[in-house]
């Protein structure tokens, strides 16, 4: 007999991978790229560009986003898999 997920713990789960994918990107993306960007923006408009404040917003709106995201879909796994252990196959 197969055991039903516990729905919230595994949303819980995926939420933080997702959580800890997207930072670890944007850290990487951002010690890679935002020099660059930095100097596109400065060659464009002036002294305008990302500063560390900025990038920290975004890094923080972009982790709570990936939470909600990895949460839900994590989440909608679990469901449809104690919903699926309901339907009998013969």
Do not use: C, D, H, R
């Amino acid at each position: 007999m197969e055991q039903k997920l516990n729905t919230l713990k595994f949303g819980i789960a995926g939420g933080i991978i997702g959580v800890v994918s997207v930072l670890l990107a944007e850290v990487f993306l951002w010690i890679k790229y935002v020099p660059y960007y930095n100097n596109l923006m400065q060659n464009v408009y002036g002294t305008i560009g990302l500063t560390t404040l900025g990038v920290l917003k975004i890094i923080f709106i972009s982790a709570i986003v990936a939470f909600v995201f990895s949460f839900l879909m994590t989440w909608l796994f679990a469901w449809i898999y104690n919903k699926l252990l309901m339907v009998k196959v013969n």
